[in-house]
């Protein structure tokens, strides 16, 4: 399997500041990668998909890039309603879909 | 606008199965593939694995051999069927839809808590 790793696990900033977070995967998955948002007791919603492309609805605040195995989430200008934890997901054809163990953004 | 719903029992007795069932309404259950994943309290997503209206089925190797996901695309579910639950299968459980075999996750379910317990 595709192991996932993210950096940092926790980032205290403040409103709008410039927030990156870093996804890793342990072999190349090309551009095949998503990010979502969790906020506590609700579901994942897509962000970005394949690394950079930005999902519907989605502020432009948000972007992705990256390819092979070193991917970037940036948020231009951190909202209050951007405080939650961020995944990645890698859905490579030749291995399960895996999570990396997610970024909390907490207010500093 | 689609919208994913789980439904089933929020216990299960260790060393029994557990069932969920995904509604899925405002879209078409067709060409579409449709998952499952978890999430233990406090931790990470763990994709257990998906199916397509065709009834094609892929699953996560780590679960692969107790689940087993259906499809019945005349009411627009699926399900879940997963064996022999410890505590480690205590999580809250998702539907997902995914645009394509190989795929990120556009719409969710709510989730539902599912705890193993005696």
């Known amino acids: 399997d595709i192991q996932m790793t993210q950096s940092p696990s926790t980032l205290s900033a403040s409103v709008g500041d410039r927030v990156t977070i870093t996804c890793r995967a342990s072999?190349?998955?090309?551009?095949?990668l998503a990010w979502y948002q969790q906020k506590p007791g609700k579901a994942p919603k897509l962000l970005i998909y394949?690394?950079?492309s930005l999902e519907s609805g989605v502020p432009s605040r948000f972007s992705g890039s990256g390819s092979g195995t070193e991917f970037t989430l940036t948020i231009s200008s951190l909202q209050p309603d951007d405080f939650a934890t961020y995944y990645c997901?890698?859905?490579?054809?030749?291995?399960?879909?895996?999570f990396g163990p997610g970024t909390k953004v907490d207010i500093k | 606008q689609v919208q994913l719903q789980e439904s089933g029992p929020g216990l299960a007795k260790p060393s029994e199965t557990l069932s969920l069932t995904c509604n899925v309404s405002?879209?078409?259950?067709?060409?579409?593939?449709w998952s499952w994943v978890r999430q233990p309290p406090g931790k990470g997503l763990e994709w257990i694995g998906y199916?397509?209206?065709?009834?094609?089925?892929s699953y996560n190797p780590s679960l692969k051999s107790r689940v087993t996901i259906s499809i019945d695309s005349s009411k627009s579910l699926f399900s879940l069927n997963l064996t022999s639950v410890t505590a480690a299968d205590t999580a809250v459980y998702y539907c997902?839809?995914?645009?394509?075999?190989?795929?990120?996750?556009?719409?969710w379910g709510q989730g539902t808590l599912v705890t193993v317990s005696s």
């Open positions: 997902a839809r995914g645009p394509a075999q190989h795929t990120f996750f556009d719409y």
């Open positions: 405002g879209g078409s259950i067709r060409n579409y593939y």
């Open positions: 199916i397509h209206y065709s009834g094609y089925t």
């Open positions: 072999q190349t998955i090309s551009s095949w």
């Open positions: 394949r690394a950079s």
């Open positions: 997901q890698q859905y490579n054809s030749y291995s399960p879909f895996t």
